[in-house]
């Protein structure tokens, strides 16, 4: 009988970004050289290549590595019987994932881990500690590393060097010096226009219009078409103009030449998380670069800023802020002003011609609708017969939920048992008892055997919280209801409390009628 050859998967990965690529597509030399190493060791070895994984610009760290994950769903469903790395700090440099996968998973999955240039191979059970080592110095390595660049950019923010990967639209990296930004005349005409225009009395979302009508592509895709690796929002309008890409910009310092960064700070060196930083703590510093907007104007247009800012009620908020959608594009409506009273409005229609077939309505309305839609819900659940009704359910629902916890008490019983089973296999095969053979044979069935109670606990365990949500909703929903029947008026509080989000749509030309679905919190 031929023996069938060992099928590799072969893992590359690059953290720094490449200056030689021609396009995002392109292969970093690195990589190049990781592949080649990586295939010729595989060929000495006469093991069969079943995919080759390849990961560009990303840090060790990163969980979120694409062909990572991709590597280690095909681990889970056995394709391939050997992981090859250059080094473990290629695959990981988090001890966490070490454990969890090069110790723990792939021997359940029956996989060997492999790294050439540190040795690292879990065939060769005598250098696991060594692995783990590995995986320490990786993590401090990971500390310190995050510690030494953040301090090193805070020195160069804290001296007005520009940081950023991309400069701000009108600016653009100037090649002679680093840190230092120099005006894209192209864009930076774009950005004077949009002061003036504000300066002139026009509203953000109007400007955004009027550069959509003209085809002037936003700040990302832009940069895009300046051939720069930007990531863009894959979105149905993400090439527009919009609202607070204006309103972000009108309140810009850098184009008045001050250099103002660490808006942002991150949450951990272990996460690409970002959590915004009190404007106290920002750095700015003045005349690091070349004004685009001159004071004037700049004074003109933060005055009229500050001006439209004020609220309609001040210190208040709107009724439905942040909680009223557009039913038609998913844009949060805006609420506008007319004769004294309140409208909401999706302001996306006005941005482009297609944008959106936009929806309005006045928020007496949906306040009327949500308070009949509350009395209506209150009429239905607080109904005698209904109740009975619900008492049965109910008493339906914990005779599933007992039946459900007895089945995975026993699930949970019968996987002790075999995690049992496996370290006692393991004893008898150090003592000498058990061939490798017969081990590796007897623990791959009580792994298996394992495996599949996990899966059914994990299983069974999804309906049980499917019954327990159903029947806290049957406990909460009556109690809800009959605090909030026969209101008057809603106030903001109520509102958060209730709604989750208000989808509004367009009025019918017939009926006169304006769709809304209320997507409530209970």
């Not at 109740?387 to 339906?396: A, H």
């Not at 699930?411 to 008892?433: C, F, H, N, S």
Request: glycine fraction near 6%; aromatic fraction near 10%.
């Amino acid at each position: 009988m031929i023996e069938s050859k060992s099928r590799v998967a072969i893992y590359c990965r690059l953290s720094e970004e490449d200056r030689n690529k021609q396009s995002e597509t392109d292969d970093s030399n690195s990589i190049q050289n990781q592949k080649s190493m990586l295939l010729q060791y595989s060929l000495e070895h006469g093991w069969e290549v079943y995919n080759i994984y390849s990961d560009d610009d990303y840090t060790g760290s990163d969980r979120r590595r694409p062909e990572f994950n991709r590597l280690l769903e095909d681990a889970k469903n056995r394709k391939f019987d050997i992981v090859l790395c250059k080094t473990q700090s290629r695959f990981t440099r988090e001890l966490e994932l070490v454990e969890k996968y090069i110790h723990g998973l792939f021997p359940i999955w029956g996989i060997r881990f492999i790294s050439i240039v540190d040795n690292a191979d879990t065939a060769n059970k005598g250098n696991k500690k060594s692995r783990q080592i590995n995986g320490l110095v990786n993590e401090w390595y990971l500390e310190d590393m995050s510690e030494n660049i953040k301090s090193v950019l805070t020195d160069r923010r804290k001296n007005g060097h520009h940081i950023g990967a991309f400069a701000l639209y009108g600016y653009k990296k100037d090649p002679d010096v680093k840190g230092h930004l120099i005006i894209d005349e192209e864009a930076a005409e774009v950005v004077r226009e949009v002061f003036t225009l504000f300066s002139q009395g026009y509203g953000k979302t109007a400007i955004a219009r009027m550069l959509n009508d003209r085809g002037i592509p936003n700040p990302t895709e832009y940069k895009r078409l300046h051939g720069l690796r930007y990531k863009q929002p894959k979105t149905k309008n993400s090439t527009l103009w919009k609202y607070f890409a204006i309103s972000d910009m009108l309140v810009n310092e850098i184009y008045i030449g001050n250099m103002v960064q660490g808006k942002y700070g991150s949450v951990s060196y272990k996460t690409k998380q970002n959590k915004p930083r009190p404007k106290d703590e920002w750095y700015r510093v003045e005349g690091t670069h070349e004004p685009i907007i001159d004071r004037e104007l700049w004074d003109r247009v933060q005055a009229l800023v500050a001006q439209k800012a004020k609220p309609f009620t001040v210190g208040t908020i709107g009724l439905f802020a942040r909680k009223a959608r557009c039913m038609n594009c998913g844009y949060t409506m805006r609420s506008s002003k007319n004769h004294g009273k309140h409208y909401l409005q999706c302001s996306n229609r006005h941005v482009a011609k297609d944008a959106c077939i936009g929806s309005f309505i006045s928020v007496d309305k949906l306040e009327k609708a949500v308070i009949d839609e509350l009395n209506k819900l209150s009429a239905e659940y607080l109904d005698k017969d209904k109740l009975e009704q619900n008492v049965q359910f109910n008493n339906d629902l914990r005779g599933q939920k007992e039946a459900l916890e007895t089945e995975i008490a026993a699930y949970q019983k019968k996987i002790a048992e075999y995690t049992k089973g496996i370290r006692e296999l393991y004893l008898d095969k150090v003592k000498g008892i058990l061939s490798e053979l017969d081990y590796l044979d007897l623990s791959k069935d009580f792994s298996t055997q394992k495996e599949r109670l996990e899966k059914l606990v994990i299983d069974t365990q999804k309906q049980l919280d499917v019954i327990e949500r159903k029947m806290l909703i049957g406990d909460n929903r009556r109690q809800l209801i009959e605090q909030y029947t026969n209101l008057e008026h809603l106030d903001r509080e109520t509102v958060e409390k209730l709604i989750d989000y208000v989808l509004v749509g367009k009025k019918d030309p017939v009926t006169k009628e304006v769709p809304i679905e209320i997507h409530w919190n209970f």
